[in-house]
């Protein structure tokens, strides 16, 4: 059982919003500001979308946003697109291990 | 620019010792704040901390399989070891190393490497 609570899946049409959701608790998102979201398209690895809540690294489009609420993060992706489809993962730091956690991930499907 | 690649045996016997080996360029872990941990995933499963090191040789471990893992580094060589004991048929997955750059911000990662468990 992973540490971060995620939705197993998630779908929504081209050109739509959808939102994944990273629920954990004070000891990890809800305590740091230290979440990150990864995109993980079948058989490759992991990229990252999203660092500490918020944050896009260059070269990830803007349609990729982070917020966060008390103990739950938030991955939006707006204007929906085929090549989206993809398993989600969040991350966070937590005081309660010596390292930080996964979620459990969530498939998008681009109906 | 930053790569890093996994290597190591893709089958491995029941209760033998799994080494895998991280080398990486574009950066030095030597460099303060730098980081490279290993993450495995089991086939259509969830992402799995293992080990984490430090530029500083700091280390850390999962609190769940802390007893079977050791990570090294070489510096000079650029790579990072991971060792696991006791290897089972569960800890079938693929493997990757990743570069660590600050709190759960893990920018780069390698390719992975698959390692079957079985007799």
């Known amino acids: 059982q992973s540490a971060l609570t995620q939705p197993a899946s998630v779908s929504g049409s081209p050109g739509q919003s959808i939102t994944i959701s990273c629920t954990g608790t004070s000891s990890d998102v809800g305590g740091y500001n230290y979440v990150s979201w990864y995109q993980q398209h079948p058989g490759k690895a992991p990229k990252l979308m999203i660092y500490?809540?918020?944050n896009r690294p260059s070269g990830v489009s803007n349609r990729f946003s982070g917020s966060k609420s008390g103990n739950t993060a938030s991955l939006t992706i707006s204007g929906l697109q085929a090549e989206d489809e993809a398993d989600y993962y969040c991350?966070?730091?937590?005081?309660?291990?010596?390292?930080?956690?996964f979620g459990g991930g969530t498939k998008l499907t681009v109906l | 620019q930053i790569t890093l690649k996994e290597s190591g045996p893709t089958l491995v016997k029941p209760t033998q010792t799994l080494t895998l080996t991280c080398t990486f360029s574009?950066?030095?872990?030597?460099?303060?704040?730098?980081?490279v941990g290993w993450i495995r995933q089991p086939p259509g499963k969830a992402l799995e901390w293992l080990a984490l090191i430090y530029w500083n040789d700091d280390k850390r471990y999962s609190p769940s399989l802390k007893s079977r893992l050791t990570i090294t580094k070489d510096t000079s060589k650029n790579q990072v070891v991971l060792t696991m004991t006791n290897m089972d048929p569960v800890d079938t997955a693929t493997y990757y190393c990743a570069h660590r750059l600050g709190g759960a911000l893990l920018d780069y990662w390698g390719q992975g490497t698959l390692v079957t468990v079985s007799s």
């Open positions: 500490e809540v918020s």
């Open positions: 991350s966070s730091y937590t005081s309660s291990s010596t390292l930080e956690v």
């Open positions: 574009g950066f030095s872990l030597s460099t303060s704040g730098v980081g």
